[in-house]
């Protein structure tokens, strides 16, 4: 069947139209590698629904992306960090309400084709058509990731989505923004068929020539009765919405302010109707859009933009092949992270059984994604082939990048360096993923010392999204932009910080972490001081960490920075150690701070109860009332003031890593920025009194750093982009 292109007045549609009078809009902005809902693609698709509306012979669209791999990735946000007034903000998001509303209220059937991500405003576009089919491709997801950003869905999202899948249903994917997939998007309702990526175009087509005759309808799954009859009445939705709040407020702890807006947009919605849900969503979307959460994630939006980048891609070298050594749950998840993104690993320990173990947990993350209908299971087997085990050195010759992932001992990984060296290519580089260890003690005796560098993976490596690449004075400008290649195609948001003691983020957590020890020493609740550093805002508090980092890692991180910090400045307590010597070790033995299901095989195990018998270590079983103010402070001032000092001796090359370092690997409350978004925000003169305070009541340790003083002195931030 022959297509005619019709004329249009922009570059970013192109509009076909069959002899069936079956129009194709294919969405392809040429300036960007992936589509946007920004102000010329709104006037885009102003421009063809014109046509639409009025060319009576087209009986039905289809929207379909001219990418390759990607629909519509959401809203331009450099448009959206570019307004100056709520009215600004208003009158987009009304907008983006009028563009929905017109692809609903048109004559014809339109379906929306979707291969690749479909996110925030690309879903709520979706939502406007009579039917969406999907393919049921890995790399296809649907989602309103806009809680993310501090937002709410602005084009209609709070309102069509519960119309759709129902309250509970949209109420889940807008408050966790998490991603939606092929088979449980048609298992509720969010898509209506799914078909193999090659044959989209022309299912979709058929789809809409069949809706046009009448002789198909969306036939979609209907809710369980349960459901059903608790969505079915105000009353009966009144306690979903209460629900929602309660998980919701146990989640955040109140610190985000989005999520109960999102919630009282449905309410409203369902309650009072579309227009006055939609006026809600358009007021609260604005109000949101300027609170210093929204600013400080969207910050954080655009670092993350930075780090998923090589700056050094020319630099670079093929990377085809990644080398491992060291099979257990690191090396384990580095493999899994490398197979999963395209490249072939070969996976070393000491015996081929235990390599083959590394291998096996891999495959059983993977299988774990399969069962959710996150991965196919063609697709889970592919990835678990890539990794080949081994117990020899001689296949690392063919490797590009080999990452050692052996325990924190330096004579051992000095020695697996020399092994390694003795079959490596010329070009091929050697990563430690230490976290603590300096890179330049590691590479001492290496007969290659340029290629030597550190690549420092966070536990556990799958979810982690960081990855900090640590450079000594030798390391060659063509091994660091090799290791940082590795980190993106990885999928990792990467950092580079000069070497040095913990580098970056192992330096300040120990700070941080040994702040809670000092506390526990004085006397205070470790169960109390782990709330409120979760009511600030990290995901756990310090004790439950040591648990799941292992206690013994700890007191092994503990001497190393003893042996290069200022001692002098710095009280660091030896109670890790002492829990050491008495088997408390945390999750890896069921007994640290906390007691664990002995029988829970999960990397991430709940506490079942705080372990009292720590407190023998720690003066006794009588603890003192600490304030929340004052945990808060002590440890939040001492992680940030230890990030200043990283800045200004040269371990943090800017502010910008120094943030997403604190975020994406330690968990620094994401709404708060990072450290030096935070600084900027309270002002650092109003950091500098508090630091002072701090040092006048517990000691040299809280010493304000120079460069605090000096920017406190001045008047003048860290971040130079007006954004605080």
Known sequence: M???????DTDLLRLEVDDDGIATVWIDDPSTSVNKISEAMLEAFN?????????GSIRGAVFISGKDDTFIVGADIEMLRAFESREEARSASRLGHRMVARVQNLSIPTVAAIHGPCMGGGTEFSLGCSYRIA???????????EVKLGLLPGSGGTQYLPRLVGVQQALTMMLTGKNMYPQKAKRIGLVDALIHPPGLHRAATAAARGLARGEISPQRDDQPLANRLL??????????????AKRTAQRTRGNYPAPPKIIECVKVGMEQGLEEGLDAETRHFADLMFTPESRALVSLFFAKQKGDKNPYHDAA?????????????????????????????????????????????????????????????????????????????????????????????????RAVLAETEAVLRDDTVFASNTSSIPIADIAAEAEHPERVLGMHYF?????????????????SDAALATAYEAGVRQGKTVIVVNDGPGFYTTRILAIYMNEALLLLEEGADAEAIDEAMQDWGFPMGPFELFDLVGIDVAAKITEVMKQHLDMERLDISDSAATLVEADLLGQKTNRGFYVYDEDDPSDDKDPEAFNTQV???????????????????????????????????????????????AVFGLGFPPFRGGPFRYVDREGAATTHTRLERLTRQHGDRFT????????????TPFHTDGDH
């Not at 022959?2 to 249009?8: G, P, S, W, Y």
């Not at 002590?634 to 890593?657: A, K, T, W, Y």
């Open 135 to 145: 393919t049921h491709d890995d790399a296809t997801k649907l989602a309103l990731p």
């Open 47 to 55: 421009d063809v629904l014109k046509r639409l509306e009025t060319d």
């Open 615 to 661: 407190y023998h270590y720690f003066g006794g079983t009588e603890r003192t009332k600490v304030p929340d103010y004052v945990v808060k402070e002590r440890l939040g001032m001492m992680m940030v003031n230890e990030s200043i000092r990283c800045l200004e001796e040269g371990i943090l090359n800017d502010p910008v890593d120094g943030d997403l370092g």
């Open 317 to 413: 070298h093929a990377i085809d092949t990644i080398g491992v050594l060291g099979a257990g749950l690191m090396g384990g998840g580095i493999a899994q992270v490398s197979a999963s993104n395209d490249l072939d690993v070969v996976l070393k320990d000491q015996s081929l059984a235990l390599a083959a173990g590394g291998k096996k947990h891999a495959w059983k993350a993977l299988n774990k994604k399969a069962s959710k209908g996150i991965l196919s299971e063609f697709e889970r087997d592919r990835i678990a082939e890539r990794i080949v085990p081994t117990e020899d050195y001689a296949p690392f010759h063919g490797c590009d990048v080999v990452i050692e992932a052996v325990p924190e001992n330096l004579d051992l990984k």
């Open 231 to 244: 969505e079915s009445n105000t009353v009966s939705r009144r306690i979903i919405y209460q629900q929602a």
């Open 704 to 715: 304000p750093a120079p460069l605090l003083a000096k920017h406190a002195e001045h008047g």
């Open 459 to 475: 536990s556990p490596v799958p979810q982690m999204p960081l990855l900090e690449i640590i450079v000594t004075e030798d390391t």
């Open 2 to 8: 022959t297509a005619t292109t019709l004329d249009l």
